[in-house]
């Protein structure tokens, strides 16, 4: 193995970790847009305590990540009131519950039963790139069990 190759090997490994840090950092973010949208869908409103019921944390934890998503413009939210996703805030939530359906519906057309894909659809979804999703979703149209 040459020198050159050694760099690419290196090279190629960081690219994939910075993918995965990338990743973990979104994570958060879009299971919280992602939670909001489905509260105001359910309920017509999305609550800090709601969020922190959801989540298992406690509400300091939800009105720091609620700030976080701010400051990013993806919701909007004054004291004592509802909380709103922003259009991008929206956007995002709506890429991250068609990934997760995407991801679940691939788990459950290969075997894994429904209870299941959906809590592991939870993690894999903020991890998996464009192609592969695109070839679990080709996959589960086609709805070929492997």
Do not use: C, W
């Given at each position: 193995?040459?020198?050159?190759?050694?760099?690419?090997?290196?090279?190629?490994?960081?690219?994939?970790?910075?993918?995965?840090?990338?990743?973990?950092?979104?994570?958060?973010?879009?299971?919280?847009?992602?939670?909001?949208?489905?509260?105001?869908?359910?309920?017509?409103?999305?609550?800090?305590?709601?969020?922190?019921?959801?989540?298992?944390?406690?509400?300091?934890?939800?009105?720091?990540?609620?700030?976080?998503?701010?400051?990013?413009?993806?919701?909007?939210?004054?004291?004592?009131?509802?909380?709103?996703?922003?259009?991008?805030?929206?956007?995002?939530a709506?890429?991250?519950?068609?990934?997760?359906?995407?991801?679940?519906?691939?788990?459950?057309?290969i075997?894994?039963?429904?209870?299941?894909?959906?809590?592991d659809?939870?993690?894999?979804?903020?991890?998996v790139?464009?192609?592969?999703?695109?070839?679990?979703?080709?996959?589960?149209?086609?709805?070929?069990?492997?």
């Amino acid at each position: 193995m040459t020198h050159k190759d050694d760099q690419s090997d290196v090279a190629t490994s960081a690219a994939k970790f910075d993918r995965i840090r990338r990743a973990h950092q979104s994570e958060v973010a879009e299971d919280y847009v992602e939670m909001i949208a489905e509260l105001i869908k359910e309920t017509g409103e999305a609550r800090t305590v709601d969020l922190a019921a959801r989540f298992g944390v406690t509400s300091p934890t939800v009105n720091a990540i609620i700030q976080r998503l701010q400051r990013a413009d993806l919701v909007e939210s004054k004291p004592y009131r509802s909380i709103f996703l922003t259009e991008a805030g929206k956007s995002l939530a709506q890429r991250s519950q068609d990934r997760h359906r995407v991801v679940r519906d691939f788990l459950i057309t290969i075997g894994v039963s429904a209870e299941i894909a959906e809590e592991d659809a939870e993690g894999v979804e903020h991890h998996v790139s464009p192609e592969t999703l695109a070839i679990f979703e080709q996959i589960t149209k086609s709805k070929t069990k492997l």
